[in-house]
């Protein structure tokens, strides 16, 4: 990922972000469930690696599965350094999709850091490996309690919402929120000017200004703005 992008992504909200695409005509943009867990202090921004779970189904989710081809084991030795490791849990949150020694390795590995509808288990230790996490919560049972992992780097639902392979992961203190890759430029170029303007409104707030015609502005008010940018 460009670090001029990375970097003008890092400088903006998630909820600037769902708002410029909104406008976009683009709703369904925030992950559902995938809130603050551990070392999610600072804003996070990735490219998306995906992961897949199915409902468990008893010749599937087995002990034996962690040492298959098609496992998270192999999946997390796929990744590269700076993605963001977006699991499609199905939004359960009765067995955790990984680890202390899964996330740990995926801190090994240079992931910048993982979003799930799902939730974690050995918190502890989890929480110990500083691996940035966005989730739901904790639960004590191993995924194959309740789920089948069947692959990875594929189209998936992650919070009700569309992930692809290489989309754009932004998370902060409000959750995360996906960014079609074909248009990540434009909606950083718009969140970063949309940022710059409401930081003016909210100086324009503390000076007592009222809201109808400042929030949304009118064209006076956008007049104002652009003259006293003009004049620095």
């Keep these: 990922m460009d670090q001029s992008l990375r970097t003008a992504l890092q400088g903006v909200t998630t909820a600037t972000l769902t708002t410029v695409m909104l406008k976009?005509?683009?709703?369904?943009?925030?992950?559902?469930?995938?809130?603050?867990y551990a070392t999610a202090e600072n804003r996070i921004v990735g490219p998306a690696f995906t992961m897949r779970f199915i409902p468990a189904r008893e010749d599937l989710a087995t002990p034996e599965a962690w040492k298959s081809p098609n496992s998270t084991r192999a999946a997390i030795e796929e990744m590269s350094e700076g993605c963001v490791c977006v699991v499609d849990a199905r939004g359960i949150d009765t067995a955790g999709v990984f680890g202390d020694i899964l996330t740990l390795r995926m801190k090994k590995r240079g992931v910048t850091g993982m979003v799930t509808d799902g939730v974690?288990?050995?918190?502890?230790?989890?929480?110990?490996?500083?691996?940035?996490?966005?989730?739901?919560?904790?639960?004590?049972?191993?995924?194959?309690?309740?789920?089948?992992?069947?692959?990875?780097?594929?189209?998936?639902?992650?919070?009700?919402?569309?992930?692809?392979?290489?989309?754009?992961?932004?998370?902060?203190?409000?959750?995360?929120v996906v960014i079609p890759q074909a248009i990540v430029g434009e909606v950083a170029a718009l969140a970063t000017e949309q940022e710059k303007f409401e930081a003016w409104i909210v100086g324009e707030v503390e000076k007592g200004c009222k809201l109808p015609g400042l929030y949304p502005p009118d064209d006076e008010t956008l007049a104002r703005y652009k003259k006293e940018q003009e004049d620095g």
């Design 24 to 36: 976009r005509g683009i709703r369904t943009t925030w992950l559902k469930g995938t809130m603050p």
């Design 120 to 176: 974690m288990r050995d918190s502890a230790g989890v929480k110990a490996t500083d691996l940035p996490i966005w989730c739901s919560g904790t639960a004590a049972p191993a995924a194959i309690a309740t789920m089948a992992f069947v692959g990875w780097q594929e189209p998936i639902g992650c919070g009700g919402t569309a992930v692809f392979p290489g989309d754009i992961i932004v998370a902060d203190e409000d959750g995360a």
